[in-house]
T-cell receptor
Framework: GAGVSQSPSNKVTEKGKDVELRCDPI?????LYWYRQSLGQGLEFLIY????????KSGLPSDRFSAERTGGSVSTLTIQRTQQEDSAVYLC???????????FGSGTQLSVL | QQQVKQSPQSLIVQKGGISIINCAYE??????FPWYQQFPGKGPALLIA?????SEKKEGRFTISFNKSAKQFSLHIMDSQPGDSATYFC????????????FGTGTRLKVLA
């Protein structure tokens, strides 16, 4: 596609359930980032991939959060045993190797009831 | 620990006026300073960016001023238009090899017609 695609665009789940959020980066972009945007807050860094490896996962809030990237392309962010404080917009961005211009997707709005 | 501080949180400007948003950073290990513009329901999009070896960069109505010694940079929007109404984020990219971006908390700009 022409841009970064994220799915689903909206996800409502019950507390304690697991969720998977998907990101399809722009073809050829080796760098991929996940950010979290809470209401009225800035963008909180979660994890960065270069190819399939994650040299920086320092932003993952707890061990309930994990992410993987396969084939140097699609990435999945998994949140286990969701909590209400996990409610936020999860944004994915991709860029060419050295990441000077980030291209963001429109995000997944996660609501944990 | 917040490494990029952004102000103001919100800003209202008359059409044709100048909008000024400020950011300050704490860590000297940053090598690239972009500004992103975000409209409701969309992901942020790169607006303009600067490297620390220059003090100013202008693109159309948008100018970044950079003060390396003070660790501050600002976005100036000249002749502000209602279409500029959006949330603006400053960011700084790390040089530690992870190319992680730290974002400010955002400024919600409203330009009155």
């Amino acid at each position: 596609g022409a841009g970064v695609s994220q799915s689903p665009s909206n996800k409502v789940t019950e507390k304690g359930k697991d969720v998977e959020l998907r990101c399809d980066p722009i073809s050829g972009h080796t760098a991929l980032y996940w950010y979290r945007q809470s209401l009225g807050q800035g963008l909180e860094f979660l994890i960065y991939f270069q190819g399939n490896s994650a040299p920086d996962k320092s932003g993952l809030p707890s061990d309930r959060f994990s992410a993987e990237r396969t084939g140097g392309s699609v990435s999945t962010l998994t949140i286990q045993r969701t909590q209400q404080e996990d409610s936020a917009v999860y944004l994915c961005a991709s860029s060419l190797t050295k990441g000077e211009k980030l291209f963001f997707g429109s995000g997944t709005q996660l609501s944990v009831l | 620990q917040q490494q990029v501080k952004q102000s103001p949180q919100s800003l209202i400007v008359q059409k044709g006026g100048i909008s000024i948003i400020n950011c300050a950073y704490e860590n000297t290990a940053f090598d690239y300073f972009p500004w992103y513009q975000q409209f409701p329901g969309k992901g942020p999009a790169l607006l303009i960016a600067i490297r620390p070896d220059v003090s100013e960069k202008k693109e159309g109505r948008f100018t970044i001023s950079f003060n390396k010694s003070a660790k501050q940079f600002s976005l100036h929007i000249m002749d502000s238009q209602p279409g500029d109404s959006a949330t603006y984020f400053c960011a700084a990219r790390g040089t530690s090899g992870t190319y992680k971006y730290i974002f400010g908390t955002g400024t919600r700009l409203k330009v009155l017609a």
